[in-house]
């Protein structure tokens, strides 16, 4: 712990300024803090786990974390699969899960203003009173509180059509690393007041500022959709089909892409009769209203054309929200697998989301198809082909330093190709630990060098989750 | 001249590391380049023009430039509202307008690779060749570059409906300061490797780093258009039926305002048969398709509920374009009238964008014609009513004192007004000179400090556009 005071003189001073069930101390409990959802990544042990209910409570927190120097990791609801939400020795928690209020919704500016701590589905299920929605839906939007959504610019399945979480951010609330609270952005619709704060802060996961409150643009509410579910015999035919869907007219509000491990692998979790023959399922939708029959039609030319061996279209609501249900249980589906391949508590998964241009989705897909082959490894495909955003998940053996090297080198053979391929590193998990030494090769120097200045300028002792997204200081190291 | 060397010694330098054509020090010519459309705000006097054609030439002016402490002023086609491309007493201006390539239209992944000098129309006329477009379409977009109007986040008409430039910047190339070149963002959809360093150069006026290259985002060609024109006996109940419209579920794809003084004015510029009678016209469009008559039919019932004398619907393109046309007008138009109101060369405009909740429209509005009697001023209102982003357009005697206070005060009063129903002071022209007190009072302390910190991460020199946004650092005012 780099504070120069003892853990109990920085927890006796929370505890002094807090309400007394803010403070978590049992060890028993604080276990359950240790780490989010990506496993293999290193997480330390806190001191404590603070759970503020008010912005000025983030504040005091922060400004006795600042004043020992205490490193603070802000936490949602720890659904996060780059480890950005993991606890470092020596830190507080800073859990948002207790800031769950939502504290208006305005039908007439189209917005709601909620605390980080409010479940995404909540936010919806809110809006909807109103005949509005907020479309971003990540897999975890029954879990995932928006706080961490934001703070890690979270995709999902309607993203193809109707953008990440950024787009949604109008302006937030943000508690700096010395306690100052600021506003950033807006209620506005338009509005170019400066630099745009919001955005930076926006997916920088804890390490720039603790966001305490957020103001979300809406949409009207979806309209019903028409789905379509097509087969392959194999994965870069699907591929093929997504890139031909893309350059044709039509505009789908989802096109997933589940391989058949993914396939086989859901089946055993939730025995649902999925086609366990089939190398690919592609999964699409399209809104409801004149072009929506046109715009199937042409989904559907594509996937025939590249070689799909069945398509069915569906206007039943009940068998289209099974089949995304059934996308949704890929992650728990992966770490069923990983856990029956090996013995008990073995078995782990290097989770991945490289993005690259659609229109060079099967060149990515044949490459991880390819490295898998090398490597000798379970490498599942399932992700976001629409948006070129694919999820390329690697069974390994923890206990087994050589299946753990090739999985590693696997991993690192994706990231060099999605970025070959003109891709990113990361499409919507965001860095955290796990791919900051490929945030660094994307960015090259200096890029990494622009980081390191907003950096040290917004957070200059380097206390704000220190060592996630940018090495941490060498000085501290 | 803040520099150690004489301004013959910069030039000298220049003119042997850029190309012959690529430097201008004529008096003569320099003078054009002096300021852009926003009347009253202080202009300086350039040492010379560089006109680059490269990155690499932008790269080593900036050299020069840094190596030297020489301010640089980054121009497009200085179509500008706020005074950010307005030269500064000894710097140089770097031209943009030269870089004029659209690089590449990729159909597939739906995105340009442009140069900032490319004119905005230029790029959806490239666009339209794939079936394609780039919707943001500020009053000035025959005329002004995606530079520029990526440099302050231009909005326009089509915003209501499909957002401002910002929303379509998926990456740039930025020459920084010292002349490192740096890429930021992404060709792929989705992205979130490290800080958004794209939107915090998007709207950053030049103070940060001179964007060289850019990546947008396109969409499928806009659908054929239905438009709708209401007059109103007053300008708040024009307001009203906005409100009205914005409550109900209809997707109005131009919603713009035009007062009586603008109407008239317009009218004066080009004789087109405008309703010299009306209070105000309310100008509305929605895309064709399943729910455009039903769209058409709720602005129609919101207009008329709120007090509309006369709604005119009209499928005739034609006419709406003639409509548009006489909307962009508004801009000459009121600089006319405010010659014709003063003896030549006296009269003078104060241009404002201020922009409020959609919810607070009228109070904005009633506000406005309260101040303009109060301060016994002429202030017309035109503006992007849906996105509740108005122009009050105050006109002035530049010559008179006493005229001068007035309109300071009522532009003033304008800005308090603004904010006070939590709006913002710039919609859409950004901060510049003429915004800069309005920010820090927006921002607040913090705000401003993060701001500052920013800018000294990004130019510890302070030679990229000094005063503009934030005002000059104390030690070198």
Not at 50 to 56: A, D, F, I, L
Not at 122 to 137: F, M, N, V
Not at 220 to 230: I, K, N, V
């Amino acid at each position: 712990m780099p504070s120069s005071v003892t853990p109990d003189r920085v927890i006796a001073e929370l505890v002094a300024a807090l309400p007394p069930d803010a403070v978590l101390t049992d060890p028993d409990l604080l276990v359950s803090f240790h780490r989010d959802e990506a496993d293999l990544c290193a997480a330390g042990t806190p001191v404590a786990v603070v759970r503020p209910r008010t912005t000025e409570e983030v504040a005091a927190t922060l400004r006795i974390a600042s004043a020992h120097r205490v490193p603070v990791v802000a936490q949602g609801a720890r659904t996060g699969l780059a480890g950005a939400a993991n606890a470092v020795d020596g830190c507080l928690i800073l859990s948002t899960t207790a800031m769950d209020r939502v504290i208006e919704v305005d039908p007439v500016n189209r917005l709601a203003v909620v605390q980080p701590g409010v479940v995404n589905a909540e936010i919806s299920r809110a809006a909807a009173k109103y005949g509005l929605r907020y479309p971003p839906d990540p897999s975890s939007w029954e879990s995932s509180t928006i706080g961490g959504n934001v703070a890690t610019n979270a995709g999902g399945m309607c993203c193809v059509k109707y953008g990440v979480t950024g787009e949604y951010v109008l302006g937030i609330e943000v508690v700096l690393a010395d306690g100052e609270v600021v506003r950033c952005g807006r209620r506005t619709r338009k509005g170019v007041a400066g630099y745009d704060l919001t955005r930076l802060f926006v997916g920088s996961e804890g390490t720039l500022g603790v966001i305490t409150e957020i103001t979300l643009a809406l949409r009207p509410a979806a309209e019903e959709s028409l789905t379509l579910a097509a087969l392959f015999h194999s994965v870069s035919e699907a591929g093929a089909a997504v890139i031909a869907i893309a350059e044709s007219a039509a505009a789908p509000s989802l096109l997933e892409l589940i391989d058949a491990v993914h396939l086989r692998a859901i089946e055993a979790l939730r025995p649902m009769g999925l086609p366990a023959s089939a190398a690919a399922l592609l999964l699409s939708a399209v809104d409801s209203g004149i072009r929506a029959p046109a715009d199937l039609a042409v989904i559907e030319e594509c996937c025939r054309r590249s070689g799909a061996t069945e398509v069915h279209v569906s206007s039943d609501l009940a068998e289209a929200d099974a089949l995304l249900a059934a996308r949704r249980l890929a992650h728990p589906a992966m770490e069923s697998l990983a856990a029956a391949t090996f013995p008990a508590g073995v078995g782990a998964l290097i989770i991945d989301d490289v993005a690259v241009p659609v229109s060079r989705l099967t060149e990515l897909l044949d490459g991880v198809a390819f490295i898998a082959e090398e490597q000798k490894l379970v490498v599942g495909l399932v992700g976001h082909a629409g948006d070129g955003n694919m999820h390329p998940n690697i069974v390994v053996d923890r206990t087994d330093p050589a299946s753990m090297a090739r999985g590693r080198a696997a991993f690192d053979q994706i990231m060099a190709l999605g970025l070959a391929l003109g891709g990113t590193c990361t499409g919507e998990h965001g860095v955290g630990l796990l791919k900051r030494e490929w945030l660094a090769k994307e960015l090259g120097p200096t890029g990494v060098r622009l980081h390191r200045a907003i950096k040290d300028a917004f957070d200059p002792l380097g206390i704000l989750n220190p060592g996630k997204v940018l090495p941490p200081r060498r000085s501290r190291a």
